[in-house]
């Protein structure tokens, strides 16, 4: 509750109602430090923004879930790195009317891992079941695609606790959890911190290249500004086609937003940047969360899409 007061007051009446569509538009994005919001930098580095007509103001969280009383307040306009799993969610429940802007990332070799500590008698997959094992959010996009590697692994499931990404590597160092699923640029902090020892590739099969997170909007700010929705999406996917083209641009990104140094930067994991959204990838996601309980109807991801 108290990250999301302050997340308020400190957005305020940013959002763009009013303050017009296309040339000139401001757009106040909420935004998780982590690589999946690496286009959302390099659009703002590389002018992409400015040459659109586009003033973005970048408002950080450490959650994407924080920021969604404000985006449905009109506080904040769009979120970026939005993890699809918890609007969907919300979308389903009728709590938010929402729009996919842009893909943001999808899952790729060691962008997410379980990480163990390095004496840890968890040698394999199998060893995890009840285990104590951390995600930043439960019933969420790390859950599900955990348990969708583990199940086609033949082992069972863990017992999930939720703590933020900034506080696993404490807890998994003093024994609150037998294992942490962290993302980058976490996990390499992680590993580098405490020698901690990689357990399961989170990018593994079946979920290789699933989409994970997005920039979202509501259907309401997409329909009041159609021009501004629009210019968002071409700068974000031509900054996603810079860092799926130079992955190199993410690296010299990532120390001046995330937590880590130029070193960590050159040898962390990194998700796939996709330079368009695909529906048919979307749908893989839909039907995962369907299969595992995550949505209780089918949700066709193309009507959801902002053209």
């Avoid at 970048?58 to 769009?78: E, T, Y």
Wanted: glycine share 8%; net charge neutral; charged share 20%.
């Amino acid at each position: 509750m108290a990250a999301l007061t302050l997340l308020a007051a400190a957005c305020g009446s940013g959002g763009s109602d009013g303050a017009g569509d296309g040339k000139g538009a401001q757009v106040t994005v909420a935004a998780l430090p982590l690589t999946d919001s690496a286009a959302l930098y390099i659009a703002q580095d590389r002018g992409l923004f400015e040459k659109e007509g586009l003033k973005v103001r970048i408002q950080p969280v450490q959650q994407s879930i924080q920021a969604l009383p404000a985006l449905s307040k009109g506080q904040v306009d769009v979120i970026a790195s939005a993890n699809y799993v918890t609007f969907l969610q919300a979308y389903e429940e009728g709590t938010l009317d929402v729009r996919v802007l842009a893909e943001g990332v999808r899952v790729a070799p060691h962008m997410m891992d379980v990480l163990v500590p390095k004496d840890s008698p968890i040698k394999t997959a199998a060893d995890l079941k009840g285990k104590k094992v951390a995600v930043n959010i439960l019933n969420n996009i790390q859950t599900l695609t955990l348990n969708a590697i583990l199940e086609q692994q033949g082992a069972g499931g863990p017992v999930y606790r939720q703590i933020a990404f900034p506080q696993m590597g404490p807890a998994l160092e003093k024994g609150q959890v037998d294992a942490v699923h962290v993302v980058e640029p976490f996990d390499s902090a992680i590993q580098d911190s405490l020698r901690a020892r990689v357990l399961v590739d989170g990018g593994a099969t079946p979920v290789e290249s699933l989409p994970i997170s997005g920039y979202v909007t509501t259907a309401r700010y997409a329909k009041q500004h159609p021009d501004t929705a629009a210019a968002f999406r071409r700068a974000i996917e031509a900054a996603s086609k810079i860092a799926h083209e130079d992955p190199s641009a993410v690296r010299e990104e990532l120390p001046k937003y995330a937590k880590v140094s130029a070193a960590q930067a050159k040898s962390i994991g990194l998700p796939a940047y996709p330079a368009a959204t695909d529906p048919k990838e979307l749908r893989r996601l839909t039907e995962l969360m369907r299969k595992q309980g995550l949505l209780k109807k089918a949700v066709n991801p193309s009507t959801l899409l902002v053209k």
